[in-house]
């Protein structure tokens, strides 16, 4: 039962208070009186201070039940400081940074942004939110970071300071050597398993983003999705960008300039569609910024199930003030009606 930021914990007992104005018109009953045959001789005599005062004992003592009343009544107040414990998820961002990437296909009209650029903005986005809140972020989830190219590399470790990995997730650049190429996606998510195995969250999750074939690597990614199943973890794949011709920047050997040429691409959908499935996970397709960010939403509206919030209410009791209150009403009342205001038998 609130009242201005007071609850009390059993309402019901201030029931009790209906009992003040009684016990003022019984301790008032009691005080003696003398009789006189005729009160014409003190009618116009002045109160005195004492007259005026005769029931303060009694008022003193209903003051004294509505306090106890109160007190009963378990008056607290919630503590503002408390904190809201959710159990989020562990999620392990699986991220293609290989040659490839440097296609610029996913903005329409925009041949100047290439696609891991597009990709980190989206990444962004669905970790910590977006100004026009349309998505919320994972402030309570474990977020961690794993890029592959030519090898697998552990970039950030799961953690709750997004803040910093944002900061990694800035600082990813595609290969710039050629024997760093290529697409070792069974070793990224291997080790987005095992970086998850290690993790104490119930729910773990692999979103593995790439826009190729596995062409490199010690681990099939058949194999990496058995492991994954195995260690319950489930993976969302992401096929992003064109799958045929798309404009790739080329420099020309005599003049350095960049120019736009259609270059064939391909993405192994198929393989993509199995590792999803071994894993209970979805495979998803991303043919540009817009189409990419809808499907970081949809793995953000499937994930969001598994969180169960805990509510720790701590309160701050305020009962003993009101008994205490009470305990010395009634003294005071006990003990000025037997000085002060003592009635004669």
Known sequence: MP????????????????????????????ASALRYSSLGIVRGAPRSWRGRLARLPAALLAIAVVSLAVALAGPRTPDAQTRVSREGIAIMMVVDHSGSMQARDLV???????????????????????????????PDDLVGLIAFAGYADSLCPLTLDHGNLLSIVDDLQIVAHRDEDGTALGDGLALAVERLRRSKAKTKTAILLTDGVHNTGAIKPDQAA???????????????????????????????????RPTFVEIDERTL????????????RATDEQALAKVYGEID?????????????????????????????????????????????
């Open 301 to 345: 509206r499937l994930e969001r199930s598994e969180i169960t919030e805990i509510h720790y209410l701590q309160y701050t009791e305020h009962y003993p003030l009101f008994v205490i209150a009470a305990l010395a009403l009634i003294g005071i009342a006990a003990v000025s009606a037997a000085t002060v205001f003592r009635s004669l038998p």
């Open 273 to 284: 569609q199995d590792v999803a499935d071994k894993t209970g996970g979805r495979y998803f």
């Open 108 to 138: 329409k009209d925009d041949t100047s942004v290439d696609r891991l650029v597009v990709v980190k903005e989206v990444f962004k986005r669905f970790v910590a939110g977006d100004e026009g809140r349309t998505s919320a972020g994972r």
């Open 3 to 30: 009242m201005g930021g007071w609850e009390f914990r059993d309402p019901l007992f201030l029931l009790v208070a209906l009992a003040g104005p009684l016990v003022f018109w019984s301790a008032s009953r009691s």
């Open 226 to 260: 058995e492991l994954a199943a195995s260690q319950h973890v489930k993976v969302y794949c992401i096929g992003t960008g064109s799958d045929g011709l798309a404009p790739f920047p080329t420099v020309h050997p005599f003049t350095g300039r960049v120019t736009l």
